[in-house]
């Protein structure tokens, strides 16, 4: 090599370096899964020019929140590709370098989302670490056969790829922090203080868009008597077993929240103050058919109640939403008293 093929070596390494650096910047302070990935996946596009980067990554427990967090993101859940560990271990293995690829694309395909595979002439594979294990890859693809021949130098593709395992490391201590801070540790539903952030930014949303908001509060009639008759191991099954059907009965678009002790919020968007009212009637009856199992005897559970909407009057911000779904609670729980 000549001093001027040298210097020009040089030139395209320090760009490449420049690059990196920017793509380094932008994700090192990240503190939140879709935002590392999303800024990743930006970057390299547009950094590097290159028409195809998504992720590739393999099931497994201790990502569970990672991955349901990027398909809930427009952006990264058509970047996203999910496969079975053994699939990403056979086309794969288990070390860290990265892998380049122009010839028998076809026994990749399973990496790579459906929107690309007709399109790719070369791939770049660059394995990423969590916990100290191969989680997945980032992946780039490109028409041009030479863009990623296997002749092509590795080593700041795997430079980034140490940094990428490196922020999802520090994201994850921070998404552990922020779980611990708003949600409850028994139901693992979103707490009191998530309620009243995720009510006020609904709140605001429903009356930009002049669409109707409903809070349904609920609270379990029996609960004192479970605890006093069966013990706080029931009573907290009993949570629990609650807190799981309210999830599995409302909508993705839904809320359900612990707000304390036995009383549970749901934040329910684009419903009115009757439909929410129907909502808690289906939930009376589901749970009528769906009575907690405890020590092999079924264990009722019976709701009280109350719903309200944003467009009622006297319903100004989201913390007057909230009281009024309170009040109506309490009224339910006076007239089965009265019965």
Known sequence: MDIDELISTLR??????RKLFDIESSILGTTRFRDLFENLLTQ??????????WLTLVHDEAITSLIADLQQSPQTRNHLVIVEQRTFNALVG?????????????????????AFRGSLGSMAIAPIRFEGRIIGSFNQGDGDAGRFSPDKDTFFLRQLAVKVSICLANVTAHEQLRVLATRDPLTHLPNRRELEQILHREFERARRQEVPLAVVFLDCDDFKQVNDKLGHD????????????????????????????DEFVLVLPGQTEVE????????????????LVYGGAPVPVKLSLGAACSREDGVPDAQ???????????EDKRTKHQR
Do not use: K, W
């Open 12 to 17: 395209r390494n320090e760009q490449i370096v």
């Open 44 to 53: 390299i596009e547009q950094q590097f020019n290159i028409p195809h980067v």
């Open 94 to 114: 288990t070390g860290d370098d990265p892998h380049l690829v122009n010839a028998g694309l076809d026994r990749y395909l399973p990496l790579v989302p459906p």
């Open 234 to 261: 029931a009573g907290d099954a009993y949570l629990h077993h609650v807190a799981r059907e309210l999830s599995a009965a409302i909508r993705t678009s839904d809320c359900a929240f612990r707000f304390a002790g």
């Open 276 to 291: 929410a009212r129907q909502m808690g009637e289906r939930l009376r009856n589901r749970f009528a058919g769906s009575p």
């Open 320 to 330: 007057a939403l909230l009281r009024l779904a309170d009040a109506r609670l309490y």
